[in-house]
């Protein structure tokens, strides 16, 4: 599997962009400077199979329509957030406007969920506390988990924001310490890490696993 990092916008949004052999691909949480992801694509001669979306927050949305209108695909989400991402309670003023929602085909995400897309097997868990209808997607054959705001390398995403709920998170972070520990973490903003240094070292992880 290879995986490209592109962190974009001012809240520094982790863009990830999975392909096997290609030419397909996919894309996650494109939440700005869709320039710099196109590019990417381009560089590596990649088409986009799906937009992959782990959470309605704004920065993690705010350049799908315009990729979508340069490389068409199915965009997948959560229903739960979905319902109010593209909405205009959604901007984050000064940095974000309120998404604009693609006019292509939309993907309801549920827990548990088996897709596949680029050659690539993955599986969505629904992790909500975060948002509503926030998820993880875990490819089990490479032990790869794409972690949006759920589970941050030492942290985990806040619960203070409309949506949010502490105990809920700490549900969904339960889900995630079953995953086998050398599972690579790639989380919505900052380093990437395990599930194996999160349990031992993340005291959210620590709690949600007692």
């Known amino acids: 599997m290879n995986i490209e990092i592109i962190p974009v916008g001012p809240y520094e949004v982790n863009c990830y962009v999975l392909w096997q052999a290609g030419p397909e691909a996919l ?3 494109p939440g700005a400077e869709a320039d710099r992801i196109e590019s990417v694509l381009s560089r590596n001669g990649l088409k986009v199979a799906a937009y ?3 959470h309605g927050h704004a920065d993690h949305l705010c350049a799908l329509a315009t990729l979508h209108r340069i490389r068409p695909a199915p965009f997948a989400m959560h229903p739960e957030d979905a319902e109010w991402a593209f909405l205009p309670r959604n ?5 974000y406007p309120a998404p604009e929602r693609p006019q292509g085909i939309f993907r309801e995400l549920s827990h548990s969920q088996a897709c596949t897309d680029a050659g690539l097997e993955y ?3 629904a992790t909500p506390g975060h948002t509503p209808g926030g998820v993880c997607f875990y490819f089990p054959a490479e032990r790869v988990l794409i972690s949006g705001d759920t589970l941050f390398a030492g942290s985990v995403g806040r619960t203070d924001r409309p949506g949010g709920a502490a105990r809920v998170l700490q549900r969904s972070l339960r ?3 079953m995953l086998p520990d050398d599972t690579r973490v790639y989380p919505g903003h900052g380093p990437e890490t ?3 240094a999160e349990k031992k070292y993340n005291i959210f992880m620590r709690s949600a696993g007692r």
Do not use: E, K, S
Not at 91 to 95: G, L, Y
């Open 27 to 29: 894309v996650f949480d």
């Open 52 to 54: 992959l979306l782990t």
């Open 91 to 95: 901007q984050i003023p000064p940095h």
């Open 123 to 125: 599986r969505v868990l």
């Open 175 to 177: 889900t995630l310490t």
């Open 194 to 196: 395990t599930i194996g």
